[in-house]
C-alpha cells in the first residue's frame, strides 16, 4: 500500500520538484508547495543546504 501511495504522490508533483528532498521528504505538505506551480526558488537536493535554508528563514 505505500508503494501505491507513493505512486499517487508522484502523479501529483509538479514537475519542478522532481528530485526535490523536500518533496521527497513532505509530498503536499512541503511548505513550499502550491497546487499547478511552475518552479521553485527552494528546490535542493543537499540535505545541509536544506537545512541552511530553513534555518536563515527562522532569523
Not at 518533496?23 to 540535505?47: A, I, L, P, Q
Amino acid at each position: 500500500m505505500a508503494k501505491e501511495e507513493k505512486t499517487k504522490e508522484s502523479k501529483d508533483m509538479p514537475p519542478c520538484c522532481a528530485g526535490c528532498i523536500r518533496w521527497e521528504r513532505f509530498g503536499k505538505k512541503c511548505w513550499y508547495f502550491w497546487e499547478n506551480k511552475k518552479e521553485c526558488t527552494m528546490w535542493t537536493s543537499d540535505v545541509n543546504e536544506m537545512a541552511a535554508q530553513d534555518s536563515s528563514s527562522l532569523l
